[in-house]
């Protein structure tokens, strides 16, 4: 197996619903496994909680999350985004709107000064996407 880059997205107690949303957003399987599934929970609380949850898509996306278990520290922050890049427009700005239900768009997805069309939007879980389309040769 050759090596791979995907993101992991670490959340406080939503990762199953985030990462239900996903799914619906680029379809695919999903696969899930709890603290209590690998014995790991710190406290009665982390036992439904997510510790892998890793969605593959039909394009060939794959995205891995968890819960945060107790005892440990959530710092969510601005220091991630996750770009989806490519040339198959339909594709693209379908993602980009269903991202966009219940965000907030930062960047309208349209035509940019490199001729590609770009836009990023912070979904309703706060994590920063950003689409890239590429311009027709």
């Known amino acids: 197996m050759a090596s791979r880059l995907n993101p992991y997205i670490q959340f406080d107690g939503s990762a199953r619903e985030a990462m239900e949303f996903y799914k619906d957003v680029f379809g695919g399987e999903l696969t899930t496994n709890t ?6 929970s710190h406290g009665p609380d982390d036992d439904e909680k997510l510790m892998h949850a890793q969605l593959e898509t039909p394009s060939g996306f794959t995205l891995m999350a968890a819960d945060t278990p107790q005892g440990m520290s959530y710092n ?15 594709d693209l700005r379908g993602y980009y709107e269903k991202l966009s239900e219940g965000g907030k768009v930062s960047v309208p997805l349209e035509k940019q000064m ?5 836009g990023m939007v912070t979904d309703r879980f706060g994590i920063n996407w950003m689409v890239n389309i590429a311009a027709s040769s």
Do not use: K, R, T, Y
């Open 114 to 118: 490199w001729g590609d069309e770009f």
């Open 76 to 90: 969510p922050g601005e220091n991630i985004a996750v770009s989806l890049s490519g040339d198959d427009g339909d």
């Open 35 to 40: 603290f209590a599934e690998f014995g790991a």
